[in-house]
């Protein structure tokens, strides 16, 4: 049976309703700001950024959390070789501080998880703290073996398993296999910023 998966889902919460939907096109500048706010204007040099930089995200599995029309919210997946072991990378993951702490993280993860089981991917890595992400499942128990092409702490290389077993003997370095990204030129705050536009 073909799995189905809504694009929108409404979230709950009485004052203050959000949406999930796909990314779209131009939520790209309100998104940049979004994660120099929530990362400092240093992310770009992290070592999750070699696994993205250049690529567009897996098709289907980036998306925006909205609130009257404003996205406050992200996530993305990444095609990745997890010591050959086709699986996914996920981030950034971010919520406007304004909105923090009403389950628009938790919504994010799970219908971004959801989707990518739907599309039937084995596995999600991500790089960060246990103690957010154990709730959707995610441990260091698989990337035991695993390597992030820069520096990284072992204990926050955190995996999930869409499918029973798809990361057993996973060994190796983790590189990116996604798409290349097309660039475009866009005008930010006065500057002209070249920003990667996603395929997906
Ligand atoms: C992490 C983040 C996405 C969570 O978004 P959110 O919408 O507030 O998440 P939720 O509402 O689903 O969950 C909030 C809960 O998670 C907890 N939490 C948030 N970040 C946490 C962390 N790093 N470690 C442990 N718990 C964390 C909050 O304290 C809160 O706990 P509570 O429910 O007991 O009050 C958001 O805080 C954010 O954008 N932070 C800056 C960017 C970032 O750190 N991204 C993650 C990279 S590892």
Known sequence: M???WKT???????????AIRAERASDVVVREALLDASFGEGRHARTCQRLRDGR??????????VHEGRVVGTVRLWHVSAGGIPALVLGPLAVD?????LGVGAALM???LAAAKARG???VILRG???YYARFGFSAEKTGELALPGPFERDRLLAVEL????LNDAFGMIVATGMKARRARIRTGGKARKLLIQAA
């Open 56 to 65: 567009a995200p897996a098709e289907g599995l980036a998306f925006s959390a």
């Open 8 to 18: 929108t889902a409404a979230l709950t919460t009485e004052t203050a309703p959000f």
């Open 129 to 131: 703290d246990a103690g």
């Open 97 to 101: 501080a304004s909105c923090r702490k």
């Open 163 to 166: 499918r029973d077993g798809a």
């Open 121 to 123: 991917h084995g596995a």
């Open 2 to 4: 073909t799995a189905v």
């Open 110 to 112: 799970t219908h971004a």
